[in-house]
């Protein structure tokens, strides 16, 4: 599943000081919330350990995923992160004043989160040159 080319191309030193500041976090949530009558900890402990491991298979998934055959559908996935907003601002949850969360079965969902990745994506294709209605200088075809 994990070709030795991804291992080449991750940043370990970055990999590394993102981990050691994982828990450094967690340990610093433990000696926050620990309370020492109980001998117990609070449930934010276990809630960032889930967290965490929610990242980290998460950076795996992104780490397979060649981010390059999604440039064909950047429009697509860009409308459909802005039809996900406007269904937030008008059928979304009302959380810390605003309306911005949207009901997933048991769990709360926040569409402008996706939108760093979304907005990343289009910039990318419109940079490189195959962004709707661009021309290349090469050949002056537009790719509409």
């Keep these: 599943m994990l070709e030795n080319r991804l291992y080449r191309h991750v940043d370990w030193p970055m990999v590394v000081a993102i981990v050691l500041l994982c828990a450094i976090g967690i340990t610093m949530t433990y000696s926050a919330t620990y309370d020492p009558v109980t001998g117990l900890a609070g449930p934010q402990v276990s809630r960032q350990i889930w967290a965490l491991g ?5 950076f795996l998934v992104t780490l397979t995923v060649d981010y390059r055959r999604f440039s064909n559908s950047t429009l697509w996935i860009f409308l459909g992160f802005l039809a996900l907003l406007v269904y937030a601002l008008l059928f979304g949850i009302v959380g810390g004043g605003a309306r911005r969360w949207i009901g997933v079965g048991p769990l709360t969902l926040q569409p402008s989160e996706f939108g760093r990745i979304v907005v990343a994506l289009a910039l990318a ?3 490189t040159g195959r962004g709707i209605g661009t ?3 090469a050949s002056g075809r537009c790719w509409c």
């Design 135 to 137: 021309r290349t200088p």
């Design 125 to 127: 294709t419109l940079f």
């Design 54 to 58: 929610i990242g980290v298979l998460a």
